[in-house]
């Protein structure tokens, strides 16, 4: 049964309910405060700046690898002899190349203001991948971590049958 008041339920005795969003004007554009974007701003800054000290790191550590020359001896074992090593070496590489992908879309989102993939989309993937690449370096370094401790404790002239000679002591590699 209908109300006697046509005003009570908000209509004007056409039968139905207007919705109360009919009377809210909604704005076309999204409002932005200055102070929220400058806090954006400062926010994809700082991680840029974490971006840039990750493949500064990753980028030296894969550098310093390849260019040591210890055990250059064509009997001595050298660092890619060991598959923990490689390990070690492939990890900071891929980690290089990630934060250089994830620096330039950093900069793409402070110059640009706006993500390279949806908002949401983009969260997840660099949440995701810094995840998993932080796995990737932590079971890296913990594998060569392993292997220097025991290369250290271990005699590696009998281990590798391969020892420099000098004329007053016998030098592992």
Known sequence: MRSPHSLRNGGGGGGGTPSPHARIPTPHHHFHSTV??????????????????????????????????RGSGSDSPRW??????????????????????EMIASVWE???????????????????????????????????????ITLKGTDTCKVFSRCVWSKSSRVEL
């Open 80 to 101: 890619y002899d060991f598959d923990a090593f490689r390990y070690v070496f492939a990890a900071n590489a891929i980690v290089a190349v990630y934060s250089l992908f």
């Open 36 to 69: 929220s974007v400058q806090k954006l701003k400062r926010f994809n800054s700082l991680i840029l700046v974490f971006r840039l000290s990750t493949f500064c790191f990753s980028l030296a550590s894969a550098v310093f690898m390849i260019t040591n020359s």
């Open 110 to 148: 402070i110059s640009r203001e706006v993500t390279l993939f949806p908002e949401i989309l983009q969260v997840w993937f660099d949440f995701g991948h810094d995840q998993a690449f932080a796995y990737l370096l932590l079971s890296a370094d913990s594998a060569g971590t392993a292997l220097a």
